[in-house]
């Protein structure tokens, strides 16, 4: 048996962290001398001790920990908690990396002239268009890939694109949402098709759009945005319809974001 002082040596887990465990019942003594109140450890729990820091390492809380150790003889139990547990770490280091992606380019941004955040804002009018359509909610605004692709699947090679080629977003969402977007993509085409499973074809009237030319980032779009919001309301124009981007370069034909160009437009019509 093991005094508490000498079990934290053995295990390299402190003694606070010893007690934390022993209070939540995650690792309790073999023994505590009702007198003393000292704490004693057997040998044997050294391997649960093991156990508990490995699977802190890997980012569990003590409620998992705790569940875990009871399922350590089952295997395929115990794989389903690390796969996971790896796929929510992954998804948080996307978070992590568009974050530092944000850090990056703003200290690369200071001292810069501040004139270059202003972006030139144009009324245009976007023609009648015909166009193949698919629209969804998707999970989060940065899985627009997904109906692309299903965009393609299902129609293959058999589009014949027109000129100019829109490529397009519509985001249908009243405001901002962080997850469950309703999206709508559109692909300017000539020629007439059958509506797919997902695929629809139909016209879009034409409509007049306040717009700015991004290039780079997505993460430079809340500038694009304080510039449109500025020139719609110093010109007296108002809202009138979903916003949407126009892709000239984008995610799908080029991997470096400094060499994206999407067109920011918003509906607008006179106050």
């Known amino acids: 048996m093991f005094r508490i002082g000498d079990f934290s040596k053995l295990s390299r887990i402190s003694i606070r962290m010893l007690r934390h465990y022993h209070d939540v019942g995650l690792l309790i003594p073999d023994h505590t001398d009702d007198f003393t109140g000292y704490r004693y450890y057997h040998a044997a729990q050294l391997m649960v001790a093991n156990r508990i820091q490995v699977l802190k390492g890997m980012g569990f809380g003590i409620p998992a920990i705790g569940q875990m150790l009871t399922e350590y003889g089952d295997e395929e139990s115990l794989r389903k908690h690390l796969v996971i ?22 200290i690369l941004r200071l001292g810069k002239d501040r004139g270059s955040m202003n972006y030139d804002v144009i009324l245009k009018e ?4 015909y166009v193949a359509s698919l629209r969804d909610v998707i999970p989060a605004y940065d899985q627009e890939v997904q109906l692309w692709s299903r965009l393609e699947k299902e129609t293959g090679d058999s ?5 100019p080629r829109y490529s397009l977003a519509v985001f249908h969402d009243e405001g901002y949402k962080d997850s469950d977007v309703d999206i709508e993509i559109q692909l300017s085409i000539t020629g007439t098709y059958k509506d797919t499973e997902h695929v629809r074809f139909k016209k879009v009237a034409p409509i007049t759009v306040a717009s700015a030319m991004l290039t780079g980032s ?12 500025n020139w719609i309301s110093d010109h007296n ?6 916003m949407f ?27």
């Open 159 to 163: 589009l014949q694109l027109a000129n």
């Open 126 to 129: 976007i023609p009648e268009r």
């Open 237 to 242: 124009y108002e809202f009138d319809g979903s």
């Open 218 to 229: 997505y993460a430079l779009l809340s500038e694009v945005n304080v510039s449109l919001a």
């Open 245 to 271: 981007n126009i892709y000239h370069v984008g995610p799908a034909t080029e991997r470096n974001p400094d060499h994206w160009v999407t067109e920011v437009c918003y509906p607008v019509k006179k106050s």
């Open 85 to 106: 547990q790896h796929a929510q770490m992954k998804e948080e280091e996307e978070v992590l990396q568009k974050k530092l992606a944000l850090l990056q380019n703003t």
